[in-house]
């Protein structure tokens, strides 16, 4: 079973300075990866995904992302900060057969200070 | 945004009754999930249905069982409510297993 793991509960970065959410996977193919955002008392918001070629893919709101399948990760970068990116996010795995639904990490929690 | 309206939208119950959340798509898609959010869990999947009258067990799917007797309707009833049970409740639609899903707003359920 595929399993997703967000090392970091909670990150704080100045507004402007760049920024890096890790995540790392476990399952035995190449599998699909997605990173999510939930604002506060709202459902989640799809940023990027990645189903294979290019492994840096380009999302909403100026996030990208990285697949490297030697490091089992898929990290989530911004280059500039803005106040409005304070919010949850969630990474996510899906395995590519079955009928099976997204196993999602426990998220990190961006503050961004002024 | 995706077509997807969950209701209630917040929930107060006491141990031991009865409670449906009702989810609601008019995406025509052919899958439907129904996850909870817990403090330190991020999301973790109950049951989901892949067409009508086709559904499956999730990862948490104890006390819990599901309905779809139409596309656009996904039920989730607690039997006998718990406050284990307490959590925010998240509907999703993908038109194909595994790609992009689209959130409901979600149902905060209170179990007291």
């Known amino acids: 079973a595929q399993s997703v793991t967000q090392p970091d509960i909670h990150i704080t970065v100045s507004e402007g300075a760049s920024l890096e959410l890790r995540c790392n996977y476990s399952?035995?193919?190449?599998?699909?990866l997605f990173w999510y955002v939930q604002s506060p008392g709202q459902g989640l918001q799809l940023l990027l995904k990645?189903?294979?070629?290019?492994?840096l893919v380009q999302g909403i709101k100026g996030f990208e992302a990285e697949f490297k399948r030697s490091q089992s990760s898929f990290n989530l970068r911004k280059p500039s900060v803005h106040w409005s990116d304070a919010a949850e996010y969630f990474c996510?795995?899906?395995?590519?057969?079955?009928?099976?639904?997204?196993?999602f990490g426990s998220g990190t929690r961006l503050q961004v200070q002024p | 945004d995706a077509g997807i309206t969950q209701s209630p939208r917040h929930k107060v119950t006491e141990t031991g009754t009865p409670v449906t959340l009702r989810c609601h798509q008019t995406?025509?898609?052919?899958?439907m999930y129904w996850y909870r959010q817990d403090p330190g869990h991020g999301l973790r999947l109950i049951h989901y249905?892949?067409?009508?009258?086709?559904?499956d067990k999730g990862e948490v799917s104890d006390g819990y069982s599901v309905s779809r007797s139409k596309t656009e309707d996904f039920l989730l009833t607690l039997e006998s409510a718990t406050s284990s049970q307490t959590s925010v409740y998240f509907c999703?639609?993908?038109?194909?297993?595994?790609?992009?899903?689209?959130f409901g707003q979600g149902t905060r359920l209170t179990v007291v």
């Open positions: 996510a795995v899906g395995a590519g057969t079955g009928r099976r639904a997204l196993t």
């Open positions: 399952y035995g193919a190449t599998p699909y």
């Open positions: 990645y189903f294979s070629g290019d492994t």
């Open positions: 995406e025509n898609h052919r899958y």
């Open positions: 249905s892949y067409g009508v009258k086709d559904t």
């Open positions: 999703a639609i993908t038109d194909r297993e595994n790609t992009e899903a689209f």
